[in-house]
Structures are given as C-alpha cells and as structure tokens.
C-alpha cells in the first residue's frame, strides 16, 4: 500500500514536472500567430478540426459524384444540357459517357473510402478525442500529428488534381485492379489518372501511419493516473484497435501500389501475363493478377474495420451517456472489438472466393468471416440491453447513434450471405454487394461519425447545433438511406450486375428502371439535407447557442471537466486524475459519476 | 433558365427551413430549455415507432413490388443452382429472423423508455449469464451455416464429372470467345503470342497442335440439356468475370491464369421460356467484374438444348484452323489434307513468322 503511494505521488510529480516543462515550452500561445494557430498547428483539437473540414469538403464533393451518376442510373433517355456546360467532353449531348460514369463511380468509392470515413473520421476523433479522454496535454508527438495532417492534405491535392487531367482520374473501380488499371491500352482513366491515384495514395497512406503510430503511443503511454486500460472509454478502445490495425495493413497496400507503379512505368510483370490488349501482344509473362487482389484486400477488408470500428466505440458511449446507464457488458464490448480486430486480418479473401481461389483455402476464409457474425452480434445485443430500462434522451447524436445501430443490424446480417462462398458465387458483384457495404460500412458509419460530431461540437466550438435542423438531418437520412439501399437487395437477388451504367439491353435486368428513378430521386434529397448538416455546422461555429456548462450531456469522460473552450494543453491546472470507468450513470441513484470522482466506502460495487 | 429556377426554389426552400429552425430555438428559449427538451424528446420517441411501423409496411411493400422480379419466382436452371437457392433459403429465415426481432426491439424500446422526469435509468452494467446466451446462440447458428455452406461449396468447385462436356470461353474487352474441342475432345494448345484476330486467329490458338484442327470457335454457347458442362474460363487483356445468372454461377476470368467451373443446365433455352412465361427469355452471360467501359455491355448467350439440338448445330459449323487455312490458300484448297497432318502445314509459316517479328 505505502508503495503504491509512493508511486503515484511520484507520478503526480512527474506530471507537474511535465506540466511546467509545457508551460515552458509554449508560453508564447497569447501571441500564437494565425498560420502556427490555424494552419500548421501542432494542438491536437486543431488538427482534429482541419481534418473534419478536409473530410467534410472531400464528402461533399464524393457525395456530389454520387448524385450525379444517379441521374445516369435513374433517368437513362434524359439529356441533361447542364452537364455538357459543365464537362464538357465527359457529358457530350448532356448526357454521360461511359468513361465519365465509370470515373465518377471510383472516384466516389475512393472519396467516401479513405478521404471521408478513414481520414475524416478517424483522423477527426482519434486527434480530438485521445487526449481529451485519457487526460494527456496532447498526442505523444504534435509535430508528427501535424505531418500526418500535412500529409493527408498532399493526397487530397493531388486527387483533386487528376479530377482535371485531360484523360481524366481513375476509373477501373476503387479497388483498382490490375490488368484494367496496369494497362493505359484498356481504359482512358488508366493512363495518368492512375499515376496521380497511385501517388495519393501513397501520401495518404504515410498520413495515415504517421497518426496511427501516434494514436497507438499516446494511448499507451500518456494515459493520466488512475486512467487503467480497462477504465478507458469504449472510444478509445475502438480508436486504439483501429489505428492497430491501419499501422499493419496500410503498409501491404503501399506494397501492392508501388508494385503497380513499376508494372505501368518500369515495364515489370508483377501482375500482367499473357496480356493481348486492343489487339496489342504485350512481352508480359508469369505475373499474377490475383497477386494484386491480395495484397489490396489484405488491408481493403482490416479497412472496412478501421471505417467502422471508430463508430461503433462512439456509438457505445453515446448510447450510454444518453439512456443515463452504463454501457452493458464493457469487457465483452472490449473483448468483441479485440475479436474483430483480429478477424479483420484473417477474412481478406472472401472477396475473392471466385477469383479462382482454391476452394479449400476458401472454405477457412468462409468459417473466419462468419465468425465475425458472434462478436457483432454481442455488441448488437449489448447495446439493446443498454437502452433497455434506460431514461432515453433524443439528443441529435444519440438519435444518429440509434440509427447506426439500426443500420449496423441490416447491413450486417447480410454479411452473412455474402461470406459464405456458396451464396458468394451467386451474389458476388450483384447490387445485393452495394447494398451491404453501403449499408453497414457507409451509411452506418456515416450516423457514427455524425453522431460524433453532433456530440463533441460543443466540445470543438463551445457552441450548440442548431436541433432542429439535425432533426430533419437524421431523420430524412435514416429513412432515405433505407429506400435507397433496401430494394437494391432485390435487385441483387435478380442477379443484377454493379459497376453497369445502363441495363436497357439486357433481357434479364431491364425491369428495375421505375426503382432505379426512385432511388435516384431519394439520393438526391438526401444529398440536399446533408447539405443542410453543412450550413447547420459552419453557421453554428460563429451564431450557434453558446455552452454555457462545462458538462452539457452530464457525461463522466475526463474531456468535460475540462475548460468549455479548453486551450492547447487542454486543462489549465494539473491533468485531472481518474478514479473509475467512465459508466457510472444511474449508480446507487445518483445521475451520473464523473471518473474523476474518488469511490466512496458506501458505494456499491457492480 | 429552368436551371436558375430549380436554384432559387432550393435556396428558398434552404431559407425557409433554417428560419423554422432558428425560430424554434428562439421559442426553446422562451419556453425554458427543459421544457423544450421533454417536447423535442416525445416527438422523437414517436417518430421511433413510426417509423418501425412505416418501415414494417414499407418492407411488406417493397416485397410486393420487387418479389416477382427476382430469380426467386424461377428455378435455378442447373443443379448447382438449386443447392445455391437452398442456402439462400436458409440464411434468409435465420437473418430475417434476428433482423424483425432486434430491429422491433431497438425502436420499441426507444418509443417505451424515452426521458421522463419520472423514471430512474435502472443500472444494469453486466450479466454474464445474458452474455453468455447471446454468445452461444449465434454461434450455433452460424456453425449450421457454415456447415450446409461448406458442403454445398465443396460440391459445387469439386471435379467435374468425367463425362463434362468441355467449353472454352475467352473474355476480351468487350465480348466472349467460346471454343469447344471437336470429335477429339481435346482443345488444341494455345500462345497468346500467336493472338492475330485479323487473320482468323482471335484466341491464338497453335495451330502446330494437331489437337488444334478440329476445334470449333463460336460468340455463342451452346450446352446440352441435364449434360455436365465444364467451362475452361480465359482472359485476354483485363479480368472478366462469366456470370451466368440463371443457373447461380459465376467465375472470374483472369489473363494467364485459365480458371474453371462446372454444372449441369437441367432446362433448354425453350422450357425456360415456359416456365418463365416470358417468349423472349433468353440464357445471358453477364461480364460481372469491371473491365473498361464497355463493361456494361459485355453480353454472351447461352443456348441450353437436346442433344440432336446441339449435335446439328455444331455439325455445321466449320473448325476454325479449316476456315484460316481456306482463307490462306483459297486457289489450291487442300484443306482436307492438312487437317489430318499434324506437322506444320506450310501455307501457316508466314502466318508465324508474321506473328514473331512483330
């Protein structure tokens, strides 16, 4: 006991010691000026916000593209003059070409994939988050924090850049497989659309290992005192697994797009054989184009994870906060992200299952992935039993957080058709596929991270959003990303094909064009209420409702015991220290427990 | 014009919605933000269960309108088909199951415990018995999955049959190649060196191969009716992939790597047509992984028909190597000898030689 003591006055001393040495070290803040403030700022809420707004810019304009294709989709014999003003050769005689469609649909899959969910949403929460919640000043290392946002601005330079190259950006699908995107013969936006893809996301992979890597030590190393692992938020938890498994994939996709930058411009056979292109006898012989469907997949499937996993820790404490009780079974939460942490590196050829693969390596990829289903559905009924017999309050982020576990529910459990490889020969690349991964990977952790951010803007701003606006925001959301994407499973089981931009010449999948305008119809309202999210966020910063409490949502996480407008450094005095995990609401009836409250003798244990 | 009329009717629309919302905060205000809260909150709890219950109806109806449109209303037109439409059976009862159960549960318990200043959230952090449950339970039921999916997997990519008919098919931005093997059964050797589609030689078959000669080419698939067929799939520039929607199968097409697969068709192109009670129905073969721009285009068919069917159909049409030799000396016609000779026939030496300088 005596050294325990010891050990923690030692401790506090040290943290003091930090503390001044911080002080030392930035005594200049009053006079910070606007480019080291705003612009190449090391304060970890600042680089949180430059790449919410980054993402929030790059989802405008994915979700832009989007739209646009729907008007191919859904009204194939309209002209639209309008476009040809605007692009000219790419929507010659108003409507789109076929190379403009296919670009525009790997653009917004790249988009929404990596600039939006991955960058926008972990880059965002990861940075804000982390320090705040496990008490540290800031990341492990602000000048790498900076870069990676520096380096996140580079990939998205140079994306927005091939938007404009004569030949246009890459448009061979966002998985970009070779040969289609090796081969500048087989498709215009293989020649230097590609190139400039390649580069970005090569830059954007740094990005993303430089933050990782900070995640991962500032969660280990700079946790506060008291603040145990097993005392952590489910936030960080689900942030420290994310940035785990991003630190040991990314690297196999930079791997996989150097490769296939020297087999379009060094002449290599990494993956080209055999190649007869446009007539063209290519010397190519003993690559492999599968090889490529590897390493892409071995970090594209652990990052539908590093999309999601962010959500689902923010959607744990959101539910939590809001129905006033703890988050049912924290351990087993934990212990499911583990487990789905560790799947995540072992289901990757489930894409592939009719790539060729031999069978019996497909039938382990089949029982790995459906495993996936058990930690799933722990922390879907995990969080039914935290609502339930709770005192549910219908904050803006709590209703995006019910929603996300609506849509987590159906998009998952048609994951469970897709990875067995039997019904995977017949759904493959069908609209069934569109429909899960829009589902439960995009618009799931779309209401994630708005959940997210309707809950930490007071934190971000010292303002309020306006409600009422993210009232109609869920709610046209939720019910528009369920028209949209619901008939599309029985456009699947028709056996209808993705990534076509026109059905009309097929016998078997012309009859779902009155379902295609609909859809097409919704998207585009949906994209205009997002919209609205938008306006409601910028407005907000400056005329919002001001916070006028430290603690609005009367949440026990250390990030509300600090100031409302907290400065770099976070809390003005010592870092607050932590006594018990961050669940007690509704404990021997008293509303809520801050972790910095010390346990009482008469408290009851659970 | 209509384009800045369609602007000014969202921005007005986008006006009038943030005057609405700034106007509502200003009453929250008036009101005392708790009030506002509790009456913000009732409304939201009951567009919970609205919301399940328009979602329950809009299910129901949304079924009505596509149901009939889905493969679902037509057998699956090979055995492998029908093995695949029993998983899809399965799976849908057991997710359909777990999916009303927990969606109705989520949204009745939103609408049955919303805020009231009355009701203290009961604290329940832990229940290892409930954790338990939900643990074991799917995983049962995914261990049946699995089990029944393994099954029919190593059924479907399993051997063909000895007896398979054998049907080569070449995908190429933006059609198929089908090549079948002649009276030897065996299709002949192929360099995709020799690839000269101007000269008859589209798949760059070897014609050195005697094995080669009695080879037939087609752009249409012809398969005999309760015949296993085996399909030897190739790619020339990108990858493809066949996907046969009727009969529930699909393979990627890859170049340089010959990918396989195996059925047995169990209706012709015209009981389809019965049994559909569509007279256009037609067999397709959809390209069903993205390969240019013409992806979408990228139609085959397939004729599944009887045996004297197929048998008539094949007889009348020429080898390949007969029709590219013909076309190469067209004044001495000595093809009926050169068929059977499995050396170089001399009139393909320029052919080749052709090939290799370039």
């Known amino acids: 006991m005596s050294t ?198 090569a830059m954007f992979i740094v990005s993303s290992l430089l933050g990782g890597l900070n995640y991962i030590t500032t969660i280990l190393n700079m946790r506060t005192k008291g603040m145990s692992m097993t005392r952590m938020p489910l936030t960080i938890w689900a942030i420290f697994f994310t940035a785990v498994l991003g630190v040991l994939s990314f690297p196999v996709l930079l791997s996989g797009a150097i490769l296939l930058l020297f087999d379009r411009n060094l002449g290599t056979s990494f993956y080209l054989s055999e190649i007869v292109v446009k007539g063209e006898i290519l010397p190519n012989e003993g690559g492999s184009a599968i090889l490529f469907q590897h390493l892409f997949w071995f970090l594209g499937h652990p990052e539908v994870y590093i999309i999601l996993m962010p959500a689902l820790g923010m959607v744990s404490e959101i539910l939590s906060v809001n129905s006033r009780k703890p988050i049912f079974g924290y351990l087993a939460m934990v212990g499911s992200l583990f487990a789905i942490a560790i799947l995540a590196f072992l289901v990757w050829a489930h894409h592939m299952f009719v790539t060729g693969l031999n069978p019996f390596l497909g039938a382990f990829f089949v029982l790995l992935t459906l495993l996936i289903a058990v930690p799933s559905a722990i922390k879907v009924f995990n969080w039914l039993t935290t609502i339930w017999r709770g005192n549910l309050r219908f904050t803006p982020a709590m209703l995006f957080a019910m929603g996300f576990v609506s849509l987590f529910i159906s998009g998952g459990l048609t994951g469970i058709f897709l990875g067995n490889s039997t019904l995977d020969i017949h759904l493959h690349d069908t609209y069934f596929v569109v429909a899960h991964f829009h589902i439960v990977m995009g618009v799931a952790s779309m209401f994630g991270m708005f959940a997210g951010v309707y809950h930490w803007y007071p934190k971000m701003y010292g303002r309020y959003m306006n409600n009422t606006l993210a009232y109609i925001h869920f709610w046209v959301s939720l019910a528009g990303a369920y028209l949209i994407f619901w008939p599309m499973h029985y456009f699947g089981l028709a056996g209808m094909p993705r990534r076509y931009t026109d059905w009309s010449n097929w016998q078997s999948f012309n009859m779902f064009a009155d379902a295609n305008r609909a859809i097409s119809t919704v998207a585009m309202v949906v994209f205009a209420v997002q919209l609205l999210f938008i306006f409601n966020f910028f407005y907000s910063i400056w005329k919002g409702r001001k916070v006028t409490t430290q603690n609005p949502w009367g949440a026990n996480t250390l990030e509300w015991t600090a100031p409302i407008r907290p400065g770099h450094g976070n809390w003005p005095g010592d870092i607050p220290e932590v006594h018990r995990w961050a669940y007690d609401y509704g404990k021997d009836g008293r509303e809520f427990i801050p972790q910095t409250e010390a346990v009482s003798d008469s408290e009851s244990k659970h | 014009m209509t384009g800045i009329l369609i602007t000014s009717i969202l921005a007005l629309a986008f006006i009038v919605i943030f005057q609405i919302a700034k106007a509502s905060e200003y009453v929250s205000v008036l009101k005392g933000e708790e009030k506002a809260f509790q009456q913000s909150n009732r409304i939201n709890a009951f567009l919970f269960l609205s919301f399940l219950v328009l979602g329950l109806v809009g299910a129901w109806w949304c079924n009505k309108l596509f149901y009939g449109k889905t493969l679902f209303v037509q057998p699956a037109a090979s055995d492998h088909g029908e093995k695949i439409d029993n998983m899809l059976w399965l799976t849908l009862a057991v997710t359909g199951l777990v999916f009303f159960i927990t969606q109705i549960l989520l949204f009745w318990f939103a609408y049955k415990y919303q805020y009231s200043e009355k009701r203290k959230a ?165 390209c069903d992984q993205m390969c240019g721009s013409g992806h979408y285009s990228m139609r085959g068919i397939v004729i599944v028909e009887t045996q004297e069917e197929y048998d008539r159909w094949i007889s009348g049409i020429k080898p390949q190597y007969k029709t590219v030799m013909e076309a190469k000396a067209p004044a001495a016609s000595p093809a009926a000898d050169t068929l059977k000779s499995v050396s170089m026939p001399p009139a393909a030496k320029p052919l080749a030689q052709n090939l290799t300088v370039k």
Do not use: C
């Not at chain 1, 700022?41 to 646009?68: E, N, Y």
């Not at chain 2, 309760?226 to 992939?241: F, M, T």
């Open chain 1, 4 to 201: 325990e003591i010891t050990q923690h006055s030692h401790a506090a001393t040290l943290q003091t010691e930090s503390h001044g040495h911080h002080e030392g070290d930035h005594g200049h803040h009053h006079e910070e000026s606007f480019i080291s403030k705003y612009v190449f700022s090391q304060d970890h809420k600042m680089i949180a916000k430059q790449f919410l707004i980054t993402g929030m810019i790059w989802g405008v304009i994915g979700g832009l593209f989007s739209v646009l294709f729907r008007l191919q989709l859904g009204y194939p014999d309209m002209t639209f003059p309008i476009l040809e003003d605007m692009f000219g050769k790419w929507a010659a005689g108003g409507r789109i070409s076929n190379e403009f469609y296919y670009a525009l649909v790997t653009m917004h899959g790249t988009i929404l994939v990596f600039f939006v969910l991955t960058a926008g949403l972990s880059g965002t929460f990861a940075n804000f988050l982390i320090p705040l919640q496990v008490g540290a000043r800031d990341m492990a290392s602000p000048f790498l924090n900076m870069l990676s946002y520096w380096f996140f601005f580079l990939a998205s330079v140079i994306m927005f850049a091939s938007l404009f190259l004569q030949t246009g950006p890459a448009s061979g699908g966002w998985t970009i497989y070779p040969p289609l995107s090796a081969l500048g013969q087989a498709s215009e936006g293989s020649k230097l659309g590609m190139d400039f893809w390649l580069v970005s996301m």
């Open chain 2, 122 to 286: 009961h604290f329940f952090a832990h229940s290892n018995k409930l954790e338990l449950i939900w643990t074991v339970v799917p995983a049962i039921f995914l261990t049946v999955l699995v089990g029944l999916g393994l099954y029919y997997w190593f059924g479907i990519t399993g051997p063909a049959p000895k007896d398979a008919q054998l049907v080569e098919i070449t995908g190429k931005q933006f059609n198929w190649l089908m090549r079948y093997p002649g009276k030897d059964g065996v299709l002949g050797r192929k360099n995709y060196r020799l690839t000269d589609a101007s000269n008859g030689n589209a798949l760059g078959v070897d014609w050195e191969d005697g094995s080669s000669h009695d080879d037939i080419e087609s752009t249409e698939m012809h398969l005999v009716v309760g015949k296993p067929v085996q399909l030897v799939i190739n790619a020339q520039d990108v990858i493809h992939d066949v996907g046969l929607v009727h009969f529930r199968m699909k393979m990627d097409a890859v170049p340089g790597i010959p990918t396989t697969m195996w059925f047995t068709p169990k209706y012709t192109t015209a009981q389809m047509k019965e049994i559909t009670g569509n007279k256009d129905f037609v067999y397709e073969i959809s």
